[in-house]
């Protein structure tokens, strides 16, 4: 019995701390060596989303720089970055990235506010190059599907969540990451969306869960993805990006919780060393001025 973890925190969850501007790249690189200390191998280590937007990641191509001598060392570490379009892809490309990640919805709402997009259709036809070319250049790609339990203009519909999951594979995803953006799912809720995954073909060997804890749901989400056959998940160390008072876009799993979850159910983890896990924890708390 084992999972496999992505560690979103030096991205997904920094991105969302409003203090990380003020991180340099050295900052970061201090904290994903630490993160690699604990056992992980799957790192988000960065964005190439434009700076302005998301200021936390304009020294994204720093990071990556930085990174290239403990990737050349960590071979089966893999470092990600997420990447919005062609040009973000010229810059994965410029420092080797050896995997991105792309980012859709399912919400038309969201396609609009958050990809640019006028329509979810046309978000979807927009990066599919942009994947083409990755595979082409060698790069994996990794397929972010938000707002899988609704959002603000679409209840939840889990028949068009495995739809549109099923596409990013064919487009060429290895993996697909399913994100309650919201963190209203439930634990019906996700069996529901797990048996339409299944129904519609979409191998669960494939499907990684992005449970926010917005409603402290997040672990009871995970037990049943994985009594029904998920073994990916996303998790953000020191619970970075988390925020469990706002309904909002924030509050990732704290990778703590769910280490601690998996350790009490006798469920392996890339995490050998959970000593290591405070202590990056607290590196970046401490960094961020978050240390309680
Ligand atoms: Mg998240």
Known sequence: ?????????????????????????????????LLMATGLKRIEAGSFVKPSAVPAMAN?????????????????????YLVPNERGLERARAIKAKEIAI?????????RDNINAPSVEQSFADIAPVV??????????RGYLSTIFGYSDMAFSPDKVAQRAAQLLAMGCYEVS??????????DMTATLITALRDFGVPLSKVAMHFHDTFGRAIQNVAVSYEMGIRIFDA?????????YA?????????????HWARVNGIATPV???????????????????TA
């Open 60 to 80: 994204s191509a720093q990071v990556g720089e930085d990174l290239k001598p403990l990737q050349a060392a960590y071979p089966q570490v893999t470092f990600s």
């Open 132 to 141: 083409g070319q990755a595979l082409a250049a060698g790069i994996r790609v």
């Open 272 to 290: 050998t060393n959970p000593d290591m896990l405070e202590k990056a924890a607290r590196f970046m708390l401490q960094k961020l001025g978050k």
């Open 103 to 111: 980012f859709l919805g399912v919400s038309e709402e969201f396609a």
């Open 178 to 187: 399913l994100g309650d953006t919201t963190g209203i799912g439930t634990a």
């Open 1 to 33: 019995m084992k999972i496999d973890i992505v560690d979103v925190s030096a991205r997904d969850g920094l991105q969302n701390e409003p203090q990380a501007v003020r991180l340099s790249a050295q900052d970061k690189v201090d904290y994903i060596k």
């Open 236 to 244: 953000s160390t020191g619970g970075l990006g988390g925020c469990p």
């Open 247 to 259: 309904h909002s876009a924030k509050g990732n799993l704290a990778m703590g919780d769910l280490i």
